[in-house]
């Protein structure tokens, strides 16, 4: 995408300083310039307008996550038609969900652009007998979440009015600062020599302790509360995978049950608490 600077001889204000100043032009300068358009960079593109794709051009990474050109991205529909209204926009994609691989069996992947701004505002094409290009608010697409298991969100086991909250209060920022738009000049904090080990601290026993009782001994998934005998069963997450990150915002109350749903725990649904959890529950 180009942009032409305007004609700066036609800006009253700056003409008139200039005479103020006696400053002549200069005798290379000519009223009629031949000017050259300013090409924005795929970052930018991607900050500003969004950038037409090809479904070739997408690429999905382990952790379902969508990047183009080497940048982590958001799908959306730009063309939408006026009779959607308000009320029917579509919605964002952050991840291959089950609606991406739905639109993609469809052939219905030319209808997407790529984005990656964190203001939640995107800029569509409404069409009538013409087309309107205006910025409007889109919501995150609720199979998007269900994918990365952000903050526990569960489609089936997470109550509609539950998930609807965590949707109005998704914030794009911090989607970003958990999964960085930048894939290639993000570097490692740590090399293979200064890398902490990727294992419980001493006191974690107390941390996680400390944690349950801040949340009632409740899952933050599906809600149950577990005490007393069946305590066993309630877990504490690491959200990022990192062990030794005990930070509040990383930690999260799940029961077994919730705690093998997330990426990379399935091993988890043949332990005995599994089973045992599993089978007594109504």
């Known amino acids: 995408m180009s942009f032409k600077l ?6 009253a ?11 002549p032009l200069s005798e290379n300068f000519t009223s009629d310039p031949e000017f050259k358009p300013i090409d ?20 999905i990474l382990d952790d379902g996550t969508l990047t183009y050109n080497g940048y982590r991205v958001l799908l959306y529909i730009r063309d939408i038609p006026s009779i959607a209204g308000r009320d029917n926009m579509p919605k964002y994609h952050l991840a291959y969900c089950k609606t991406l691989e739905t639109m993609h069996k469809n052939s219905r992947f030319n209808r997407y652009v790529v984005a990656n701004s964190d203001s939640g505002e995107f800029q569509v094409n409404i069409i009538d007998s013409g087309v309107q290009s205006q910025t409007v608010r889109l919501n995150v697409c609720q199979n998007c979440l269900d994918k990365i298991h952000w903050q526990g969100f569960d489609m089936q086991k997470v109550a509609r009015t539950k998930r609807l909250q965590l949707v109005s209060q998704f914030a794009l920022v911090d989607f970003f ?11 490692p904090s740590h090399t293979s020599d200064t890398a902490p080990l ?10 996680s302790k400390s944690i349950k009782i801040k949340h009632g001994y409740q899952c933050e998934t599906c809600n149950v509360v577990l005490r007393n005998s069946d305590s066993k069963y309630l877990h504490v997450h690491h959200r ?3 062990k030794n990150d005990n ?8 029961c077994v049950a919730c705690h093998a749903e997330q990426p990379m725990h399935g091993h988890m649904k043949f332990t005995p608490d599994y089973k045992a959890f599993i089978a007594q529950r109504p």
């Open 40 to 59: 924005l960079t795929i970052p930018e593109l991607l900050r500003s307008t969004g950038v037409d794709i090809n479904i070739d051009e997408i690429s």
């Open 247 to 254: 930070r509040d915002s990383n930690l999260a109350v799940m």
């Open 240 to 242: 990022n995978g990192q």
């Open 6 to 11: 305007p004609n700066f001889l036609n800006w």
């Open 177 to 187: 600062k958990a999964y960085p738009r930048d894939l290639i000049s993000v570097k």
């Open 198 to 207: 990727n294992d419980y601290t001493v006191d974690w026993p107390n941390i």
């Open 13 to 23: 204000l700056l003409n008139t300083l200039r005479n103020e100043m006696k400053a």
